[in-house]
């Protein structure tokens, strides 16, 4: 079965503590994106990967970070910098470069401060 | 810079009755538009392409760009319509998708 599997579903940070979000696809896509999913707010994009070991910063990038060791991989940090990290977290792939093309989104985590 | 502006909210009809979810953008230049769907319960999926000039689930989008617009429309609303929809504009130059903040569409039997 293919697609972008994203885990856990839901996960709880600490006070100063850094937490990884899972992402994972089998499409065999080149490009990936981590977006962050706030009521009111729409979608924002956090970080994005064109290509293995290559990832760009998107427009609310600070208090993450990514890895793109491997194509089928792009797992999210969220610091202990990131000062309001409560949202959805959402995950998606491109097959290729063109601009008409569409993202296959994952199920999504929902993360909370505890 | 890119912006997608969907003024409402929460947009509630009736069965049977048209809808039209405005969306609004900003790029100086040729951009991709897109609407994207998410079912209650589903994952956030493409529901149309501006590209593709098609209409899915009797849904059509009409990029009209002396007024920066891609509204979408149905003439008949149906109850399994209800659902969020994002706007997303996409420029040629990079692979950023840029979303909306939705709108939640209800309709009521």
């Known amino acids: 079965d293919g697609g972008i599997t994203q885990s856990p579903k839901y996960l709880f940070r600490k006070e100063g503590q850094n937490v990884t979000l899972s992402c994972e696809q089998n499409l065999n896509h080149d490009a990936m994106y981590w977006y962050r999913q706030d009521p009111g707010q729409g979608l924002r994009l956090i970080y994005y990967s064109q290509i293995v070991n290559d990832f760009q910063k998107g427009d609310i990038a600070e208090g993450y970070s990514v890895s793109r060791e491997k194509k089928e991989s792009f797992p999210l940090t969220v610091t202990s910098a990131q000062k309001n990290p409560t949202a959805f977290y959402l995950c998606a792939s491109t097959q290729g470069q063109e601009p008409n093309e569409k993202l296959f989104f994952g199920s999504g985590t929902q993360l909370s401060v505890l | 810079a890119q912006r997608v502006t969907q003024p409402e909210k929460l947009l509630s009809v009736f069965k049977g009755a048209p809808v039209e979810l405005k969306c609004n953008y900003s790029?100086?230049?040729?951009?991709?538009l897109f609407w994207y769907v998410q079912y209650s319960r589903q994952r956030l999926q493409l529901l149309l392409r501006h590209i593709s000039r098609e209409s899915i689930k009797g849904f059509t989008a009409d990029l009209n760009k002396g007024e920066t617009s891609f509204h979408l429309k149905k003439p008949f609303a149906q109850e399994e319509d209800s659902a969020m929809y994002y706007c997303?504009?996409?420029?040629?130059?990079?692979?950023?998708?840029?979303f909306g903040t939705g709108t939640r569409l209800l309709v009521s039997p």
């Open positions: 997303a504009l996409r420029n040629t130059g990079f692979q950023k998708l840029v």
């Open positions: 790029y100086s230049g040729s951009p991709e």
